[in-house]
C-alpha cells in the first residue's frame, strides 16, 4: 500500500498502556554530502542501540523484548534491500496489531528514531505537504507513459499507446511496451509522418486522458517529461499547467530515474 494511503491509519494507530511504535526516518541519498561512504549504515547501527540502551536502563522487561524483536526485523530488512535503496527509508513498525510499514523513497528524509506510544509522523506529515500526489507523463510520438506519484512512491503506472485506425489511446497496466507488434520499416515510417502531421489533434485527446486521471486520482501537481518539442505539444492541449518539466527522453529509463530527475532536477 502507498505511503500515502497508509496516513490515515497511522494517525490512528496507538497503543493503550506504554510504548510499543518504532519510527524510523533514515537518509540514504548518495548524493548528500555526509553519505559518500555509506554512513547511514553508522547512523542506523547506533540509532537502534541507543534505543536499546534506554530501554536496558529502564525496569519494563516487556517493552524490552519486544524492542529487541522490532530492532532485529528492521535491521534485516534493510540488509536485505541495500540495493533498493533509493534517498531515504521510512519504517514503522510495532508488535501491537503487526505494524509493519516499510517505505523506500525518491526524496530525501532527516534520520532519527523513536520509540514511542504512536507512530511519530511530523516528517511523513511535511514530505505530504512537499510532495503532494502527482501525475508525471512522459509524452512520445504514438506511447505516452503516465506515473501516478506521491511522496517520491510510485501509486501506479500505466502506458497509452496510440492505435492509428481508431485514432485514440488505449491504456495497459506497467510502463513497458515490449509487446508491441513489430512492422516494417515503410509502414513504420507512414505512421510516424501520420502521427506527425497530426500530433496536436491527436495529443488533445490523449490530454483529455490526463486531465480525467488528475480528477480521479486527485493529482495537486502534473509534470513533463520529455523531448522539448513533444512537451511543448502536449503542454499547449492541457488545460491544467504543468508544475514542472524535465527535457529529457526518459522512456526508457526506470521510473525511479524519472522521478529522481523530476524532483530534483
Known amino acids: 500500500m502507498a505511503l500515502e494511503n497508509e496516513l490515515q491509519n497511522l494517525k490512528d494507530f ?10 524510523i526516518y533514515l537518509n ?16 542506523l547501527k547506533n540509532g537502534l542501540n541507543r534505543i536499546q540502551e534506554y530501554l536496558d536502563a529502564s525496569s ?14 528492521v535491521d534485516n530488512e534493510i540488509q536485505q534491500n541495500r540495493t533498493a535503496l533509493q534517498k531515504g527509508v521510512i519504517i514503522f513498525a510495532s508488535e501491537h496489531e503487526d505494524l509493519w510499514s516499510v517505505h523506500y523513497l525518491q526524496v530525501p528524509v532527516e534520520t532519527s528514531f523513536h520509540w514511542e506510544a504512536s507512530p511519530v509522523l ?12 502527482a501525475g508525471v507523463i512522459l509524452p512520445n510520438q504514438d506511447e505516452v507513459k503516465v506515473i501516478d506519484t506521491s511522496l517520491g512512491e510510485v501509486n501506479d503506472e500505466r502506458t497509452y499507446q496510440f492505435d492509428p485506425g481508431s485514432e485514440d489511446w488505449s491504456f495497459k497496466e506497467g510502463l513497458a511496451s515490449s509487446d508491441r507488434t513489430a512492422s516494417g520499416a515503410s509502414h513504420v515510417d ?5 502521427f506527425e502531421e497530426n500530433r496536436h489533434r491527436f495529443y488533445k485527446k490523449m ?26 505539444s502536449f503542454e499547449t492541449s492541457l488545460r491544467t499547467k504543468p508544475a514542472g518539466s524535465v527535457n529529457k527522453n526518459l522512456n526508457n529509463a526506470a521510473t525511479t530515474k524519472v522521478l529522481e530527475e523530476v524532483f530534483h532536477s
Do not use: F
Open 207 to 232: 490530454a483529455g486522458n490526463v486531465e480525467q486521471l488528475k480528477k480521479d486520482r486527485g493529482w495537486k501537481e502534473v509534470y513533463l517529461v520529455g523531448e522539448a518539442e513533444m512537451i511543448r
Open 122 to 133: 511530523d516528517q511523513l506529515n511535511e514530505l505530504h505537504e512537499k510532495y503532494p500526489r
Open 14 to 23: 496507538t497503543c493503550a498502556e506504554s510504548k510499543c511504535v518504532l519510527s
Open 60 to 73: 519494563d522487561e516487556s517493552e524490552l523484548k519486544s524492542y529487541k524483536k522490532l530492532k532485529k526485523k
Open 190 to 194: 507512414k505512421l510516424q509522418q501520420r
Open 28 to 43: 540514504t541519498d548518495p548524493a548528500d554530502q555526509d553519505q559518500q561512504k555509506g554512513e547511514w549504515k553508522i547512523r
